[in-house]
């Protein structure tokens, strides 16, 4: 008898959360799968940034056969694969059930979007006010992570995305919070990358928080430093980062 695919789904847990996250969170690229005119799917490449909150965003162009695809329907997939050495099915990868949602260039949100996105994708600038451009945000319904060969979990949407109550006392402060770190504290940024996360030496940049972490990058390399657990506004962010320069100031004692 066949062997129910439900039975092999594993219960999620804080490291399979963390884990779930780190993939969403870290994705420089992903394949969006839309479903064309005539009902089958069609897969392309995108570039991809994340909203405070977490939320997938993308950027497009209304010439794209996807973009026409979601605004007919906006049912999408996503898949964040970023691989590494070996076999590729050996490592992790997550596939995001998702619903499109334009967003309008000129609101709060808008704002906030197109500095998260440019920020983690600074090459868009030279198109992303391109009259025809325009960002969606992908809004998840659902998830499917493979982490591995016989890893299989089913996290729900409250998995993957940061609390909407820290993300939303986080995001009137982030920018200037950002500006800060890279204006003042360089060395605890350089710290976090090569002391924490075991990253090359340079001079690496903050680029954006969220309530579940610091991302910074230098040159085209890109690295994530979570936090010990969610932070809830500008005061929980403030004794985090003093916590983690600490501790990497302590490793290179």
Do not use: C
């Amino acid at each position: 008898m066949a062997k129910d695919p439900k039975d092999v789904i594993q219960p999620m847990d804080d490291g399979v959360r963390a884990e779930a996250k780190g993939l969403l969170r870290g994705a420089r690229s992903a394949a969006l799968a839309t479903l064309r005119p005539d009902g089958h799917p069609s897969a392309s490449l995108v570039g991809l940034a994340t909203d405070i909150d977490g939320t997938p965003i993308i950027l497009v162009s209304a010439l794209a056969a996807h973009t026409a695809n979601l605004i007919a329907d906006p049912r999408a997939s996503l898949l964040i694969s970023p691989g590494g050495k070996g076999d590729p099915l050996a490592h992790a990868r997550i596939t995001l059930k998702v619903r499109a949602r334009k967003i309008e260039r000129e609101s709060e949100e808008g704002l906030r979007i197109r500095r998260r996105y440019l920020a983690r994708q600074p090459k868009s600038a030279l198109y992303a006010d391109f009259p025809d451009f325009s960002f969606f945000a992908l809004m998840v319904e659902g998830a499917s992570l493979n982490g591995g060969f016989a890893r299989a979990f089913a996290p729900t949407p409250a998995d993957l995305m940061s609390d909407p109550a820290h993300a939303a006392a986080l995001a009137d402060v982030e920018e200037g919070a950002v500006e800060h770190m890279n204006a003042d504290h360089a060395e605890a940024i350089g710290l976090y990358a090569t002391r924490l996360l075991a990253a090359r030496p340079g001079g690496w940049r903050a680029i954006g928080l969220d309530p579940d972490g610091l991302d910074m990058t230098l040159g085209s390399a890109a690295v994530r430093l979570p936090f010990p657990a969610s932070v809830d506004g500008p005061a929980a962010l403030r004794r985090t980062l003093a916590e983690l320069a600490g501790k990497a100031r302590a490793q290179a004692a």
